[in-house]
């Protein structure tokens, strides 16, 4: 099929090279040239496991191009996808002026029977939006269907995630009206699940804000395990063991970031007291997050007798391991906590101290963990890369200056850390 994706972003991107390998043609348009010159020359500006090979292997076959130009991309597309940004507007609620543009932008070149599909996260009522402004724009006599099709990919597993959903919203009116999404989805066999447009744009910020109630959740009990001498690790063994709740989005920390939770939740709570209906549940899901990393900070200060002209260093940078995104990342915010209470920072981030470096200059970025952490009066895990996992403990010991771990993200065993000599403070274990 020859579809077009409007948007190299994550998820634009990420579709784009999948469904190509999938043998579709597929054009991906974007206004940023820059960016689509360096995809052009197989430089691909996320970091996502597997991404750039299949972005080579398809271009190289001719099944997947990049272009600005919305003629060449949307022209003979049995599918458009809108797969810009909606980000935060200054009021909390989404901001959709890239959806707009692109709709219009696309709509003037829809060729007759061709379907534009919104992945985009739009709030309730986005697509209604779509739907006028493809129908006042498109050439006279062409029609055109309007349909949603929430993206559910993680980053860092977004390749697996894209070929692999556990299911596929199709807001429509009929899935007669859909056919051709239908037949790009049926050889990834996996259940599609078809409702209306409203239905599906809250599906998706109701599973955002869900996942996120379930962190902020099990922070709160961590919190508590804390103050009650429990072990959060027992807990959720316990608690996931529970086949209604399960263990998924239940490991305990910083809190979330990224550039979903945190934007999908305040949307969801500002468009629900809009609405009229206050979801003070998530309301609080929201301000819970947002004590992690003051309430993190605290901790260490009252452990280190003060922050001020301490060196701390800090291990993660990212808003989650395997990706260098540091959007609404709780590693920047505690960096960002340690500068201004005087601290000074040594990072180490396995992908993310470019992008870091552009929001934060004040700390000493360095080259591998062991040398954030030479000399530090303590050593912090704010993302659990896989590569921190299996440091060199005892050297780690030997380089700090005290031996104090605070692990943000329980990514090391209490007894052993107290074995090897070190004061280890984790998020709801006993002993700390
Ligand atoms: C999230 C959703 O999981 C995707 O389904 C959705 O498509 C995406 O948002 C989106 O709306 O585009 P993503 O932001 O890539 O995906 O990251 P997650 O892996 O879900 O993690 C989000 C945040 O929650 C991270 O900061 C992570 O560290 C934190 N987290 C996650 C926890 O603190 N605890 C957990 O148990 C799980």
């Known amino acids: 099929m020859r579809i077009c994706v409007v948007g190299a972003g994550h998820v634009g991107l990420v579709m784009a090279a999948v469904f190509a390998d999938l043998g579709n043609q597929v054009a991906c348009l974007d206004i940023d040239k820059e960016k689509l010159a360096s995809l052009r020359a197989s430089r691909v500006p996320i970091f996502e496991p597997g991404i750039s090979e299949l972005i080579d ?138 409702m209306d447009v409203n239905s599906a744009e809250l599906v998706k910020y109701a599973a955002n804000s869900f996942l996120a109630m379930r962190i902020s959740f099990i922070n709160s009990i961590a919190d508590l395990c804390e103050q009650m001498g429990a072990d959060i690790a027992q807990v959720i063994k316990g608690l996931g063991a529970d086949t209604r709740i399960g263990r998924h989005y239940l490991s305990p920390g910083l809190g979330y970031g990224g550039s979903c939770f945190p934007k999908d939740t305040a949307a969801l709570a500002s468009a629900s007291a809009e609405a009229g209906c206050r979801f003070e549940v998530l309301e609080a899901v929201i301000e819970t997050n947002r004590q992690r990393i003051p309430g993190f900070v605290e901790r260490m200060k009252a452990a280190l007798g003060g922050l001020e002209g301490k060196t701390i260093a800090v291990l993660g940078l990212s808003f989650k391991p395997d990706t260098e995104d540091i959007r609404d990342s709780k590693a920047i915010e505690l960096v960002s906590g340690l500068l201004e209470q005087g601290a000074e920072v040594r990072a180490y981030d396995p992908a993310a101290m470019d992008s870091a470096r552009v929001v934060l200059p004040e700390p000493t970025y360095c080259p591998d963990a062991y040398e954030a952490t030479r000399g530090a009066d303590a050593l912090v895990i704010a993302t659990e890369w896989n590569e921190f996992k299996l440091l060199d403990l005892e050297r780690l010991r030997d380089l700090l200056h005290q031996p104090i771990v605070f692990d943000g993200r329980n990514i090391y065993q209490p007894d052993r850390m107290a074995t090897l000599g070190f004061q280890y403070v984790s998020v709801g274990r006993c002993p700390h």
Do not use: M, W
């Not at 272009?67 to 200054?90: K, N, R, W």
């Not at 543009?101 to 919104?118: C, I, Y």
């Not at 493809?134 to 062409?142: D, F, L, M, W």
């Open 57 to 194: 292997r398809n271009q190289a076959a001719g099944r997947l191009s990049f272009t600005t130009e919305y003629a060449e991309a949307v022209s003979d597309s049995e599918i458009v996808f809108l797969a810009v940004d909606t980000p935060t507007g200054s009021d909390g609620r989404a901001d959709l002026k890239n959806i707009r543009s692109a709709a219009e932008s696309a709509a003037a070149h829809l060729s007759d029977g061709s379907l534009v599909v919104v992945k985009s996260t739009v709030p309730v009522g986005g697509g209604s939006v779509v739907r006028e402004i493809v129908e006042a724009n498109c050439p006279p006599g062409k029609r055109v269907e309007v349909a949603s099709c929430p993206e559910f990919l993680r980053e860092g597993s977004a390749v697996a995630d894209c070929l692999k959903p556990d299911r596929v919203i199709i807001g429509c009116s009929s899935p007669e009206a859909v056919p051709q999404l239908v037949r790009l989805y049926a050889p990834l066999e996996r259940p599609l699940i078809f």
